[in-house]
């Protein structure tokens, strides 16, 4: 069992920067692909940034790219998110999410933990 707790919620304006973290617990001598989701209201989850444990590959959603970075401290067992240049469009309840298997896959069916969530919220 994994446990993973979010923090770094918090209100910004368009433009601005936030930083989430996401600590592992539990059984994290396991080797595990990490990633980020969110959830706007009335909406699915989605997937935004992913990173595997042994090469450290990253994959972002299109809608992130450029502006969000993944990240993590394997000594911590802590995974970052990195958001710049926030919009409106991007407030939503952000999860962070782990799976053991291989791949790093943007499904959220294929994730084994997740984390209770943090809001994020950007005002135009």
């Known amino acids: 069992q994994v446990q993973l707790v979010e923090s770094g919620e918090g209100l910004v304006q368009a433009g601005g920067s936030l930083r989430l973290s996401c600590v592992a617990s539990?059984?994290?001598?396991?080797?595990?692909?990490m990633a980020w989701f969110r959830q706007a209201p009335g909406k699915e989850r989605d997937f935004v940034a992913g990173q595997t444990w042994i090469t450290g590959s990253t994959f972002y959603a299109d809608s992130v790219k450029g502006r969000f970075t993944i990240s993590r401290d394997n000594a911590k067992n802590t995974v970052y998110l990195q958001m710049n240049s926030l919009k409106p469009e991007d407030t939503a309840v952000y999860y962070c999410?782990?799976?053991?298997?291989?791949?790093?896959?943007?499904?959220?069916?294929?994730?084994?933990?997740w984390g209770q969530g943090t809001q994020v919220t950007v005002s135009s």
């Open positions: 999410a782990a799976r053991g298997g291989p791949g790093l896959p943007s499904g959220s069916l294929q994730y084994d933990y």
């Open positions: 539990g059984h994290t001598s396991s080797r595990y692909t």
